[in-house]
């Protein structure tokens, strides 16, 4: 392994980090390299602090090892902003693999949720995280990736002590505020570690109460948006706060209409973006109602840069 790229070690996952989607081609399985570095050039210029690949919203679960790995080394070279890599896997062999690829490439981090599919108490879930992290050695930052609507849950008590352990950080994605509030005080004991949230419709009141940043799928398709409101929660008026976090809420509701990350895809694609097919068909319904969100969406992203430019 060699150490991550720069000094983003010690300055930690912050700001507003895009969960990039992973662009593929009708009919294949890998990753269409050449339009996911069109998108990364896309996420750079828009102003985002990093880039997350394969994450949820880049659909990891779609990918081999040697796809993952092949992906971001060319993203990590391509980017002009700290690149981390979503490691997470069923199992732990697999993940330290894609760790080690991660680290070789100049990877800025890694995250890692427990393993996924099935369910395990706390005391696995502990010692799967501690396996993986005195593997590392150390060579590159590691967060926890709580996301509960996926795998079992990481209580606060569990991510407090790995936390201690060595673990830059944790990404939140439950969206539940005692959590969140509990997690404060454990990152508050570790002055380097960073508590960053999953959740858009939230993150106004999270950044207030502690978060470092976010990780935002939204931020794949809409990312001025996403860095407006952010620079708005760290020195602009309070109008400007209420009515971005208001437009961010108009966008997020049509993605909690669909399974993740349809809405984020089609908006990406409204946009130009090359980020190819949805891994599932809809079934007329939904497909119904994704053809009124192609006609909204247009005239309110134009409205939403109207806005942005005053």
């Known amino acids: ?26 009919g294949e399985h890998v990753v269409d390299l050449a339009a996911l570095l069109e998108v990364t050039d896309f996420l750079c210029s828009a102003g985002v602090r990093g ?34 890599a ?36 706390q005391e696995t879930v502990r010692q799967y995280y501690m396996e993986f992290l005195n593997a590392l050695h150390g060579m590159l930052p590691a967060y926890l990736y709580n996301i509960p609507a996926f795998c079992t849950p ?40 960073r508590l960053i949230t999953g959740i858009e419709r939230i993150y106004g009141r999270f950044r207030c109460a502690g978060a470092s940043g976010i990780v935002s799928g939204a931020a794949s398709a809409v990312p001025e948006l996403l860095v407006a409101y952010e620079n708005a929660l760290c020195g602009g008026t309070e109008e400007s706060v209420v009515r971005l976090s208001a437009r961010v809420g108009e966008f997020i509701a049509w993605c909690e209409e669909f399974p993740a990350p349809i809405i984020i895809r089609e908006a ?36 939403v840069n109207a806005e942005r430019s005053r």
């Open 51 to 84: 880039i997350v690949l394969f994450g949820s919203t880049g659909e990891f679960v779609h990918f081999g090892s040697a796809d993952r790995s092949r992906a971001l080394s060319l993203a990590v070279k391509r980017s002009r902003c700290p690149v981390y």
């Open 268 to 303: 990406a694609k409204l946009r130009g973006l090359p980020v190819g097919v949805a891994a599932v068909p809809l079934g007329p319904v939904l497909l119904s109602r994704l053809e009124e969100f192609r006609a909204w969406f247009p005239a309110w992203w134009s409205s």
């Open 1 to 26: 392994m060699k150490r991550a790229r720069g000094n983003e070690s010690e300055q930690g996952m912050r700001g507003v980090v895009a969960a990039s989607l992973t662009p593929r081609r009708s």
């Open 86 to 121: 979503n490691v997470s896997h069923s199992n732990l062999d697999s993940a330290l693999a894609l760790a080690d690829e991660a680290a070789s490439t100049g990877a800025a981090g890694v995250l890692l949720t427990p393993p996924i599919y099935f369910r395990y108490d």
């Open 154 to 193: 990481i209580s606060s008590d569990t991510a407090a002590s790995l936390i201690a352990a060595g673990y830059a950080g944790i990404k939140d994605s439950s969206g539940d505020a005692d959590y969140f509030a509990r997690l404060v005080e454990a990152c508050g004991a570790s002055p380097n570690a």
